[in-house]
């Protein structure tokens, strides 16, 4: 016997045909000869079969692994699609295909064309071309990242890829064929690293809805705007653009923002005007422009990732509960913390890790205050036990704050409580809720 022919189409019982390989006289493997086995989860192709047909396994959701002997020469489309493989091997002795990194494909040695990936696929940055239906219905396939070796995406490429939610498209990109990214209706965002706008055949991004955020080059946006079907999609925003928030308000409302979008992960950004964080941001670098405010929101936190810079208290604003991640040295901001009256004796301290490389806000040394008894303020320190030793500064020095300490605090009546200086840098936690006898004087 030297071709299957179609007998196991269709047949949903097979799980495993490990007797495959002691076929020793097969030399083909027919168009569909295990279309539709769908429970079929493991073969072995003996080392006489030089051709795979037109969707030989195709639909075969529960294979996971295939390996591809050194004799066979020629895969032809659509083999594997569709097909839950996890683990692609080709032989080493193979001259026509190889997997090469261990990348979990299959290359056509001789045009660098990768002709069968799956869910696991590391594209190499040796592949220059990605083949006709190569990625076809593959499930699972969340996301992709297509190296800057390649130059062009086939025909139906990552035809009906249900599960993939982002692509990235290199800079070496210039032509993406008929259908693409055909029925990948799951899409959510698009990285374009391309200075110009690859060429678009007929419906390669068909069904792929033109809401989603497309991210190009900053000085490509309007190239990208104009050009032939890239025209088609309406949420574009710039990589490596510097952004400016010009208009007073949200940090949220993309048209307070110069470039008419919100800023990402790789970008600068210029505060040029009062803005308010109300939503998770990260930045690449942040300055707030003398004479201009950023406030925190509760509840949202700012990552900057290289360089921030503000130089008056006034101009960084954390409110309770906000949270600010960053690196940088010298940030000045004022910190906020609301505390809850206790109004008696005994009730809930605060205690608060300071924020600050130096000394806590001047009203919290306020004399007058502190002897009317409406603060009870104290300082810790880990003792030789690791025990914390509260000492109450009504009682003692109260006008001696240590620097970068934390401090215990109450007030019988609710407050916020202003924090101005220099930040730590690094992430800071501003308050916990503590129950101590205001007559304790070590824990």
Not at 306 to 327: C, F, K, R
């Amino acid at each position: 016997m030297t071709d299957l022919g179609q007998v196991f189409r269709y047949n949903t019982t097979i799980t495993s045909f490990e007797e495959l390989q002691y076929f020793t006289g097969l030399t083909s493997i027919g168009a569909n000869a295990f279309n539709g086995c769908i429970s079929l989860t493991s073969l072995e192709i003996p080392n006489s079969v030089t051709s795979i047909g037109f969707q030989a396994f195709i639909g075969c959701r529960d294979l996971t692994t295939i390996i591809i002997p050194n004799s066979v020469s020629f895969i032809d489309h659509w083999v594997f699609g569709g097909s839950g493989l996890e683990q692609i091997i080709v032989a080493s002795g193979n001259v026509y295909y190889d997997s090469r990194n261990n990348c979990n494909a299959i290359i056509e040695t001789a045009s660098n064309t990768l002709v069968v990936g799956c869910k696991t696929t590391i594209i190499p940055n040796s592949v220059t071309s990605i083949g006709f239906a190569a990625f076809d219905s593959c499930m699972g396939l969340t996301s992709i990242e297509i190296p800057n070796s390649v130059t062009s995406i086939g025909t139906n490429a990552f035809y009906s890829c249900d599960d993939l939610t982002s692509v990235e498209i290199p800079n070496s990109m210039t032509y993406l064929s008929y259908g693409a990214f055909n029925l990948c209706n799951g899409l959510t965002s698009m990285i374009v690293l391309a200075e110009f706008p690859p060429t678009l055949e007929e419906n390669s991004f068909y069904m792929v809805p033109r809401t989603i955020s497309v991210y190009v080059p900053c000085s490509s946006l309007e190239a990208y705007q104009t050009a032939v079907g890239w025209n088609e999609f309406t949420n574009y925003q710039g990589l490596n653009c510097s952004y400016h928030f010009t208009t007073a308000g949200n940090w949220s409302t993309a048209s307070n923002w110069s470039n008419g979008a919100l800023p990402m992960a790789n970008n600068e950004v210029f505060i040029d005007a009062p803005c308010q964080l109300d939503q998770d941001a990260t930045v690449e670098t942040l300055t707030v422009l003398e004479g201009q405010s950023l406030t925190l929101q509760s509840g949202q936190t700012l990552t900057v990732t290289n360089t921030l810079n503000n130089t008056s208290t006034s101009g960084l604003i954390i409110e309770d509960g906000a949270q600010l991640v960053h690196a940088s040295e010298n940030v000045s901001a004022m910190v906020k913390k609301n505390i809850a009256g206790h109004g008696t004796s005994n009730g809930k301290y605060c205690l608060i890790s300071s924020p600050l490389t130096e000394a806590v806000d001047p009203e919290m040394s306020n004399v007058y205050h502190l002897l009317r008894g409406s603060y009870d303020l104290y300082d810790w320190l880990p003792s030789a036990s690791d025990r914390l030793e509260w000492r109450n500064f009504k009682d003692n020095n109260f006008m001696m704050y240590p620097d970068g300490f934390g401090y215990l605090y109450a007030n019988r009546n609710g407050v916020e409580l202003n924090f101005p200086g220099i930040l730590n840098p690094s992430r800071y936690r501003l308050g916990k809720a503590v129950s101590y006898d205001s007559s304790d004087t070590e824990h």
